[in-house]
């Protein structure tokens, strides 16, 4: 840490102070979700934890994989897998914007030498029938962060609304270094004090995943893989509505056989435990493949429209069956605290 | 007398709603503060910056005017039995607090009432403002708004931070959005202290500009124009391209504005000019500089929220984001150059139009058919054409949706069709002379966006233009998707403006009707045939003639009834409504076309009287009235048919101030004629000749506008 004093900082550095940065205003620091994901939005610590009632503040380095915008490692400025820093404030607190500021300060920017400025950018995505109010925020020029209210999630208003911050790492960190090409980011200083370039660490990477993705990637094979993935989703989110079902009002002479062949949960606990979050990532797949396909060119215009309002239907599937759960698990914990709190230990 | 100051501290608002909303928020405490009698006239100033709205208030009173007032209390009879006051009567003096005795009488259509006079007491302006702004502030229109506290008890553009509400140095308790107005605002995010105390209203813009807040965008507007010329004059010969839109959007995105001169590499002025300047314009707001020649000139004007950039480090930053999208755009113009549009034209069967009107390819086959017609129809009222050019412009026109660089600038589509058919005069085999004029046809076919837009320039764009459009509305609304109410989702009004002002101002001889029943036409037969379902002709018909209405009232400035008028003798062919609209707004102010007008109204009153009692019939022969022994049909019979004819002539010689001057002559013989002549007189045939009389009359004079449409205002001597 003592050599970057005069030096601005590493990609590695900007990623820890962010860390600590949030980490001091209470933030839990997770992983990267380890699905492929086109945004850190579509982490289930944003995407599903923004659902329901319980405050929740969390940060996190998410690697975002968008196949159709990888260069063969050959542009400077475009990548397929950039790296993105996402927070979620649960429910905003009133200074949010100052938070922000202050990590920009945190990772070297001294706002008083810069013209920074929030401008207008609502963001909205169709498949995951999600969107929010907010702005991009421009650092001379530069869109730095993406900084989202958001207002609806998996098709569900959400109350308390989350804000999301989304910085763009590999931006940030060529902002910082005052470098034409990402992959001359200096990652870290070795041993010997030589830098090692985003270029060392991910060149190849790109390269590889470029032709993967635009000429390799078997379409036909794609295709089965997103049908097998959305039909083992769709049997998950379906057996759970099955199973939650408001009971039919039984027809006259009928109530018995009828009661007796509804499939019901049997406890709280089975539904705690009814696998929504597996169903989520199958869902991530869907979404992933779907963009290999784009990539590959295999989806024409008109299909397009379809493949998203199907992976959509998932999502908005899988966001109800969670909020519902969460719901379930709330009540039970309300009504029994110390039983919840054994049931947690046990599973553990 | 006092001053009052509301101002709304918020996040940052979108630049292109805080004109808008900072005129609403004005205007709604003007009305506030008249309506509950505060003002006697409405003196108020604005203030906007994107983290605030405010608003200035004076001659405030700090309280209402006692107002005396009439409470109505029980019916007379039943207040007083016998003389005496009842229960009723004493219970109604109690609630007034007043003597029985001094109660009053009064006389409604209802009956006879018991009432009195009180004394309402005015209330103290603090408390009807607290009580009344919560509302108003909500009731604010924002293109988008949102929640932010949990509970969602209200929505705004962005969440509010911070209220100052201030009647000369009181602090009005207002409330909104769970924050209570305070004395304290705020002041620039960087480069001041946060909190500056407002003490009295007037006060507002200077202790404002302590903390490096230009409260006023004007005043913004000014300072960045000085600015923008100051950063310029460095460069010698240079000058910045006015640019309002850009300028307006700066102004709302700034709260202390400086500007800023960057430089890119000469060589990036290879890429075309539209592309350079959307990249400057759209995506980083930039104004282009231009050289003494107008050429673009490798510099750029930003507008920076802050004081300025002692170190050059803004500038060293927008610098690398600009030549970072410079570099994208090259990239994507060199890999277009890879596939010519020609190769593209077959790629469009995979692009759609609509998904029930097919691909973009479809579209391009029946746009390029419905072109060659309209040049037919154009040739034979020998406009002409170069046939070759429109039909090869019509095939590349959507070709361009197929490459790189509209993909990413989605804003150039067209016009970097246009600028790839002129690179590909070879590919396209045709001399660059031709190519260049395809290019342009290519170029031009979206215009005019606007009603402020440039139209296509030459014939041969607005035949592409008017076809494009043409298509689409036609389709459109064959399977019902024309826009209802304020929504219209296909920018069909817009299209159908564009068609209205191509077809008026490149003066081109095209009836409305034939145009959409010939681009509907094109769909026969088409899959997308089997998708039409709505009753065509009469909504087509219908909606242009409410865009010509709106060209005709809104942007040739015509009044509304002299638009009614004329397009109610024919809304078909717009340069001759025009023509006619200009020679009726003419003569319409003048003493004969009112008393013509009152005659028509006249006429048509007693046609439809006659016609739903079953009078009016078809046998009736106007001639006939030229034998009557009245002297005065006699008169008007032969007027009508005399002048009726010769008004038709000047009619079909489009001589619309002749034919106007001819219909003047009218006036004397009919105002005679309804003086002396009876027209609903029992003796039947005589009444059957009068009535075919004025239909033919009626008929004759009504050709070059409905004069009974024409709104008469009796003058006051």
């Not at chain 2, 005043?219 to 006015?242: Q, S, Y």
């Not at chain 2, 410079?326 to 890879?338: I, L, P, V, Y």
């Not at chain 2, 003639?545 to 004329?566: P, Q, S, T």
Request: glycine share 6%.
């Amino acid at each position: 840490m003592s050599s970057s004093k005069n030096k601005p900082l590493t990609f590695q550095e900007l990623i820890l102070k962010l860390q600590e940065f949030w980490a001091g205003r209470g933030c839990v620091l997770q992983q990267p979700h380890d699905v492929e994901v086109g945004a850190g939005t579509m982490s289930p610590e944003t995407f599903l934890r923004v659902l329901g009632p319980r405050p929740h503040r969390v940060g996190y380095v998410q690697p975002s994989r968008r196949p159709a915008d990888g260069r063969y490692g050959e542009n400077p400025n475009r990548l397929y897998k950039h790296t993105q820093y996402q927070v979620i404030l649960k429910p905003p607190p009133d200074n949010v914007q100052e938070l922000y500021l202050e990590s920009l300060a945190a990772i070297g920017i001294d706002l008083r030498k810069h013209d920074i400025k929030f401008e207008e950018d609502n963001w909205e995505s169709p498949t995951l029938g999600a969107w929010g109010i907010g702005w991009q925020v421009m650092l001379d020029g530069l869109e730095i962060t993406q900084f989202t209210y958001f207002q609806q999630c998996g098709g569900i208003d959400l109350d308390p609304i989350s804000a999301e911050l989304t910085y763009g790492l590999e931006r940030i960190a060529a902002f910082l270094q005052d470098v034409d090409s990402i992959y001359d980011i200096v990652w870290v200083y070795g041993p010997d004090g030589q830098p090692v370039t985003y270029g060392d660490i991910r060149q190849l990477d790109e390269e590889q995943f470029s032709i993967y993705n635009f000429e390799k990637a078997d379409v036909a094979k794609l295709w089965q893989h997103l049908n097998d993935y959305e039909a083992e989703c769709q049997a998950l989110v379906d057996e759970y509505i099955r199973k939650t079902a408001e009971p039919k009002k039984p027809k006259k002479g009928q109530e018995t056989a009828h009661a007796e062949n509804v499939e019901r949960f049997a406890d709280v606990k089975s539904r705690r435990r009814f696998p929504v979050l597996p169903a989520f990532d199958l869902c991530l797949k869907c979404s992933h493949l779907f963009n290999l396909l784009d990539a590959r060119g295999a989806i024409s215009v008109t299909e397009r429209v379809g493949v998203i309002a199907r992976i959509r239907a998932l999502a908005v599937a899988v966001a109800r069956a969670y909020a519902d759960q969460q719901r379930v698990i709330a009540e039970d914990r309300e009504a029994a605290p110390e039983k919840a709190t054994a049931a947690a230990v046990g599973t553990s | 007398m006092a001053d009052f100051l509301l101002e709304i501290g918020t996040e940052e608002i979108p630049a292109r709603m805080i004109a808008g909303a900072s005129d609403e928020l004005s205007r709604r405490v003007g009305e506030l503060l008249s309506r509950e009698r505060l003002v006697a006239t409405i003196q108020v100033e604005n203030f906007s910056t994107p983290r605030r709205i405010a608003v200035l208030a004076r001659g405030v009173s700090l309280s209402q005017p006692d107002m005396e007032e009439q409470v109505m209390g029980p019916a007379l009879k039943i207040a007083f039995k016998d003389g005496q006051p009842t229960p009723a009567a004493h219970a109604f003096a109690k609630k007034v607090n007043l003597d029985v005795d001094r109660l009053e009488q009064v006389n409604t259509p209802k009956g006879d009432y018991l009432a009195a006079k009180v004394t309402k007491q005015g209330r103290p302006a603090k408390d009807l403002l607290a009580e009344f702004l919560p509302k108003e502030i909500t009731s604010i229109y924002w293109a988008k708004n949102m929640y932010w506290r949990g509970g969602k008890p209200e929505r705004f553009v962005r969440p509010v931070r911070w209220i100052v509400a201030k009647l000369d140095g009181e602090v009005v308790p207002v409330e909104f959005g769970g924050i209570a107005a305070g004395d304290t605002s705020r002041g620039h995010r960087i480069l001041s202290g946060n909190a500056v105390t407002i003490g009295r209203p007037d006060d507002y813009s200077r202790a404002l500009a302590s903390v490096s807040v230009v409260a006023t965008p004007a005043e913004r507007e000014h300072i960045i124009r000085k600015a923008l010329d100051a950063a310029t004059r460095t460069v010698p010969g240079a000058r910045w391209r006015e640019d309002k839109a850009l300028l307006e959007t700066v102004v709302h995105l700034t709260e202390f504005p400086s500007v800023i001169l960057g430089s890119f590499e000469p060589e990036y002025l290879d890429l075309p000019e539209e592309v350079l300047v959307t990249v400057m314009r759209d995506h980083q707001k930039y104004f282009a500089v231009e050289d003494a020649n107008g050429k673009l000139a490798p510099h750029f004007l930003a507008v920076l929220n802050t004081s300025g950039d002692p170190d050059g480090l803004i500038r060293h930053g927008n610098e690398r984001v600009l030549r970072a999208r410079f570099n994208d755009a090259r990239f994507f113009w060199e890999t277009d150059q890879k596939h010519s549009l020609k190769e593209r034209v077959a790629w469009l069967k995979s692009v759609t139009f609509q998904k029930d009107l097919g691909s973009y390819h479809a579209k391009t086959l029946r746009t390029q058919k419905l072109a060659s017609l309209i040049a037919e129809v154009l040739l034979q009222a020998e406009v002409k054409t170069r046939a070759g050019v429109i039909h090869k412009a019509a095939l590349l026109a959507k070709t361009d949706l197929t490459t790189e660089l509209v993909k990413e600038f989605t804003e150039l589509q067209g016009i970097i069709g246009g600028l790839y058919t002129k690179a590909q005069a070879a590919q396209l085999d045709v001399s660059q002379d031709v190519a260049d004029a395809i290019g342009e046809t290519v170029y031009d076919q979206y215009k005019p966006e606007s009603m402020d837009d440039d139209l296509p320039r030459s014939v041969e764009g607005a035949v592409l233009a008017i076809a494009d459009k043409a298509d689409t509305i036609a389709g459109m609304f064959a399977i019902g998707l024309q826009p209802t109410g304020s929504k219209d989702p296909f920018a069909l009004r817009r299209a159908a403006n564009g068609i209205v002002r191509i077809i008026a101002e490149h003066k081109l001889p095209l009836n409305l009707a034939s145009l959409m029943s010939d681009a509907l036409a094109e769909y026969k037969g088409s899959d997308a045939e089997r998708n039409f379902t709505a009753t065509f002709a009469g909504d087509v018909a219908a909606f242009f003639r409410e865009r010509l209405e709106f060209y005709l009232r809104d942007v040739k400035g015509y009044a509304y009834d002299v638009v009614n008028a004329v397009l109610a003798a024919d809304a078909g062919n717009i340069v001759d409504a025009l023509a006619r609209a200009e020679a009726v707004a003419k003569v319409r102010g003048s003493e004969d076309f009112a008393a013509i007008s009152a005659s028509f109204k006249r006429i048509k009153n007693i046609l439809r009287q006659a016609s739903e009692g079953g009078k009016l019939k078809e046998g009736g022969v106007a001639s006939d009235s030229v034998e009557s022994d009245e002297p005065a049909e006699r008169a008007l019979a032969v007027a009508t048919l005399q002048s009726g004819e010769r008004v038709r002539h000047f009619r079909e010689a489009k001589q619309y101030d002749e034919a106007l001057a001819e219909i003047a002559t009218i006036r004397k013989p009919l105002d005679t004629f309804f003086d002396k002549v009876m027209v609903m007189v029992d003796d039947e045939s005589v009444r059957d000749r009068r009535l075919a009389l004025l239909v033919t009359l009626l008929e004759s004079f009504s050709r070059i506008a409905d004069f009974s449409e024409i709104v008469t205002e009796r003058k006051s001597s």
